[in-house]
Nanobody
Framework: QVQLVESGGGLVQAGGSLRLSCAASGIILSINAMGWYRQAPGKQRELVARITGGGTTNYADSVKGRFTISRDNAKNTVYLQMSSLKPEDTAVYYC????????????????WGQGTQVTVSS
């Protein structure tokens, strides 16, 4: 069974920094992509940043230049370094992983973490 475990959320003042981590565990054959989404109260979940198995990254326009996504392949872990945080970055941040896992046959599936709260005070 595959699990995504997130850590690193919390409360920070505007202008501060936080680093989120997401570790995938289980029988993972390959990581096709991993990323971070966020959902603020009353809003739809939106993509923040994503990194493919080949290392290609993409970011929401609202976080470009402030957030950096990276990964540690040996640990099946993705990180989101968030700097120059703004109150509008306040949301629950969810890790997402597009994985090929070992079921009866290799199977490509989408997984979500439980979410971690990020609150930026003004």
């Amino acid at each position: 069974q595959v699990q995504l475990v997130e850590s690193g959320g919390g409360l920070v003042q505007a202008g501060g920094s936080l680093r989120l981590s997401c570790a995938a565990s289980g029988i993972i054959l390959s990581i096709n992509a991993m990323g971070w989404y966020r959902q603020a109260p009353g809003k739809q979940r939106e993509l923040v940043a994503r990194i493919t198995g080949g290392g290609t990254t993409n970011y929401a326009d609202s976080v470009k230049g402030r957030f950096t996504i990276s990964r540690d392949n040996a640990k099946n872990t993705v990180y989101l370094q968030m700097s120059s945080l703004k109150p509008e970055d306040t949301a629950v941040y969810y890790c997402n992983a597009d994985l090929t896992v070992a079921l009866l046959t290799p199977t490509r599936r989408d997984y979500w973490g439980q979410g971690t709260q990020v609150t930026v005070s003004s």
